[in-house]
C-alpha cells in the first residue's frame, strides 16, 4: 500500500482505541493521551517495511534507518531460512519477519516495558520517529517543511501545549507500535501479496502463508483503486474521526471557520 494509505489507518486505528477503549470503562481520555497514540500509530505504521531498501522507514532517517534496515532484512532472511515450510518461496527478506503478528508482538512488548521504565524520555523519542514517519508518508498531501521538522514541533506540542501531554500514553507505548504495524500487515494482506500475518503456524505446506482477503477483493498496491478510492476515504475517515474524539477539536475547528469568515 501507499505510505499515505498506510499513514491514515495507522491514525484511524489509533484514534478510535485511544479515544473510544477508555470510555468504555468509564475513563475520560485526554487530548494529548488520543492524539499522542494516534501519532505513534500512524507512524508505527510504516515501520515494517523497514525490510524494503527503498521504503520510507529505511531512507528517512539516514544513517540510522540504513543500519536499521541493515539489520532487519538479513535477520527476516535468517528466521525464513530456519523456518521456512516444503512450499514457502522467496528469500524472506520482504513482507517476512515485520509483516507478521509475532514480530508486531515482539517489538510492542520491548517497548512497552521501555516507555514503563523510563517514561517520557522513551515516549517523546518514540512519538518523534513515528510523527516523522507519518509526515512523510503523508508528503503527498502535505508537502511543505522537512518532516523531522514538523514532527520535532509537534512532539514540543504533545508534550507542552496539548492538555495532559503525553504521560497518558507512556504505559500503552507498544501496544501503539504494535497496533501501527498490525495494521500495515492487513492493509498489504488486502492487496495482491498477502501478507504473513500468522507465521509459524504451518498453513498449506507453508509457514510463511501470504494472507488475503478473498482474491476479487484485492487490489494493487499504488494503483488507480487504492489512488483514487481507498486512500482518499481514509484520510477523510481519520479527519472524521479526529474530530469525534478528541475533546475541544470541533470547538477548535468551529472557532477557525469563525474566525475565517469574520476575516473574509
Do not use: N
Not at 531498501?53 to 540510522?64: I, K, M, V
Not at 525464513?80 to 516444503?86: E, I, V, Y
Not at 520491548?110 to 507519518?134: H, K, N, Y
Amino acid at each position: 500500500m501507499l505510505g499515505v494509505s498506510h499513514a491514515t489507518s495507522g491514525a484511524a486505528l489509533g484514534l478510535a482505541v485511544a479515544g473510544l477503549a477508555p470510555q468504555a470503562v468509564g475513563i475520560a481520555p485526554t487530548a494529548g493521551t488520543i492524539l499522542t497514540f494516534a501519532g505513534v500509530t500512524a507512524g508505527a505504521a510504516l515501520l515494517p517495511d523497514l525490510d524494503h531498501p527503498s521504503s520510507t522507514a529505511s531512507r528517512r532517517f539516514s544513517w540510522a534507518s540504513w543500519l536499521a534496515g541493515h539489520a532487519v532484512r538479513p535477520l527476516s532472511a535468517l528466521v525464513f531460512r530456519l523456518t521456512k515450510g516444503p512450499r514457502d518461496s522467496g528469500r524472506g527478506t520482504h513482507r517476512g519477519l515485520t509483516h507478521t503478528l509475532a514480530g508486531a508482538l515482539l517489538l510492542a512488548g520491548g517497548l512497552g516495558v521501555a516507555s514503563a521504565r523510563w517514561g517520557t524520555p522513551v515516549t517523546a523519542g518514540v512519538l518523534f520517529v513515528c510523527l516523522a514517519l507519518a509526515i512523510k508518508g503523508l508528503d503527498g498531501l502535505v508537502p511543505g517543511p522537512p518532516s523531522l521538522v514538523i514532527a520535532a514541533g509537534l512532539t514540543w506540542a504533545a508534550e507542552e501545549r496539548l492538555p495532559g501531554g503525553t504521560a497518558g500514553t507512556a504505559g500503552w507505548l507498544g501496544l501503539a507500535v504494535g497496533l501501527g504495524m498490525l495494521v500495515h500487515s492487513l492493509g498489504d494482506a488486502v492487496t495482491e501479496s498477502g501478507a504473513p500475518l500468522l507465521w509459524p503456524l504451518p498453513i498449506r505446506g507453508r509457514h510463511w502463508y501470504p494472507v488475503g482477503s478473498p482474491r476479487p477483493l484485492r487490489f494493487r498496491a499504488g494503483g488507480r483503486v487504492e489512488a483514487l478510492l481507498v486512500a482518499p476515504l481514509l484520510t477523510l475517515g481519520t479527519l472524521a474521526l479526529a474530530v469525534y474524539v478528541v475533546p475541544g477539536a470541533l470547538d477548535v475547528l468551529l472557532d477557525l471557520r469563525a474566525r475565517l469568515v469574520a476575516g473574509g
